[in-house]
Structures are given as structure tokens and as C-alpha cells.
């Protein structure tokens, strides 16, 4: 089946611009994760959403970053007002989160250069 | 005190030899235990999760969970050098995973 694919899978913006990073997790998911990534640096936790609940947004560094998934499933990520140290590969992953089975699986993630 | 913490390395061995990788945290209600191998450019794999205390045997990959110790660790036997890569411990916390930084494993020909 179709693993969890995410668009664009590079985008180039200028400070200032907002931008709207997308995720089509894996079909039957309830979990899903937004994680970002600087160059060589670990997995930094974003955004979380299960189910009909409210997200955990405890990770969003600011409040120029948001998230919404609609109908459960796909999700997007804005970042307003672009600054260069938003420049990093932002990763999405989905889970099944049901006991012994919160693998998550990742998509290839979107390379943000904001110049 | 970060969350999940790892060697950064890059820890260096020998084709065919043993790689010990090794992840402490610091939350102990974490239950539950992952490792993750990320090549370079490329997202992360899950290579195996750990629950319960011991080691867990996966082909040539062994977990050790040492939940007293607040350890875990990854071994890799007869290491290859396509296993280079970036190994990540996550531990879940509640609802989110946290990451550790990861180790970088560089398995000479």
C-alpha cells in the first residue's frame, strides 16, 4: 500500500512569504505527527494530531507556525512570515496508535530554503 | 538534562564487527522504545521497537532495555557497510515521541 507521501518535496520561498507544506498520511491512521529537522540535527516534535481530538501543539515554535488535518486525514502546515531559521526538512508521520502498534512511519519530507 | 540522549559520535567500526549503540532518558514512565536508522537525505526507518525489559533479537539487530538504568541500546552484529547511517532512539512520552539527536555509524569495508 501507499506509504505516507508529503508535497512539495522542495520548496524555495523568500523571507517574508508564507508557505503551506502538505501530508497524505497512510490510509486508516489516526496519528499524525509534523516533526522538523535542521541540517544534522535531530527530529524536533511540532504538531500532533489523533483522531477527532484536540492537536498537542506544545511543539510549534511560534505562533507564525499552525497545522490543520481535515476530515482526519490529510494535513497542512503554514508557516507565516518566513524567517531564514525556519530553513530545515520538515517530516510528517503517521501511526496506527493503537497498543503495540504506534510504529511511525514517515513520509520522504519537504526541504524548506527560505532565502 | 535533554529528554533522550545519545552519543553523536560518529562511532567507527570495522567491517563484520559488533556496533553498540547506546540511548538514555530521562522520563521513567516511557514505555515504550524505538530505534530509527536514517540514511543521509532520507527519512527515518524504523529498525525496531522495545517494550519490555531484556533484549529483543531481530536478524542481526539486538535491543537492550534496561528500564531501572533508564538504557537502551542497539546492537548490530556483523556489521555491514551499508549500514552506515544515523541511528535515532525515540522514546514515547505520553502522547509524542521524543528523539534523541542520534549516533552517526560509519562501518569501514
Known amino acids: 500500500g501507499a506509504g505516507v507521501s508529503q508535497s512539495p518535496s522542495n520548496k524555495v520561498t523568500e523571507k517574508g512569504k508564507d508557505v503551506e507544506l502538505r501530508c497524505d498520511p497512510i490510509?486508516?491512521?489516526?496519528?499524525l505527527y509534523w516533526y522538523r529537522q535542521s541540517l544534522g540535527q535531530g527530529l524536533e516534535f511540532l504538531i500532533y494530531?489523533?483522531?477527532?481530538?484536540?492537536?498537542?501543539k506544545s511543539g510549534l515554535p511560534s505562533d507564525r507556525f499552525s497545522a490543520e488535518r481535515t476530515g482526519g486525514s490529510v494535513s497542512t502546515l503554514t508557516i507565516q512570515r518566513t524567517q531564514q531559521e525556519d530553513s530545515a526538512v520538515y517530516l510528517c508521520?503517521?501511526?496506527?496508535?493503537?497498543?503495540?502498534?504506534?510504529?511511525?512511519?514517515f513520509g520522504p519530507g519537504t526541504r524548506l530554503l527560505v532565502l | 538534562q535533554k529528554e533522550v540522549e545519545q552519543n553523536s559520535g560518529p562511532l567507527s567500526v570495522p567491517e563484520g564487527a559488533i556496533a553498540s549503540l547506546n540511548c538514555t532518558y530521562s522520563?521513567?514512565?516511557?514505555?515504550?522504545f524505538f530505534w530509527y536508522r536514517q540514511y543521509s537525505g532520507k527519512s527515518p526507518e524504523l529498525i525496531m521497537f522495545?517494550?519490555?525489559?531484556g533484549d529483543k533479537e531481530d536478524g542481526r539487530f539486538t535491543a537492550q532495555l534496561n528500564k531501572a538504568s533508564q538504557y537502551v541500546s542497539l546492537l548490530i552484529r556483523d556489521s555491514q557497510p551499508s549500514d552506515s547511517a544515523t541511528y535515532l532512539c525515540?522514546?514515547?512520552?505520553?502522547?509524542?515521541?521524543?528523539f534523541g539527536p542520534g549516533t552517526r555509524l560509519s562501518v569501514l569495508p
Open positions: 525515540a522514546v514515547r512520552r505520553g502522547q509524542n515521541f521524543v
Open positions: 490510509s486508516g491512521h489516526t496519528a
Open positions: 494530531f489523533q483522531g477527532n481530538s484536540a492537536p498537542d
Open positions: 508521520a503517521s501511526s496506527l496508535e493503537s497498543l503495540y502498534q504506534e510504529t511511525q512511519y
Open positions: 522520563d521513567r514512565g516511557s514505555q515504550s
Open positions: 522495545i517494550y519490555s525489559n
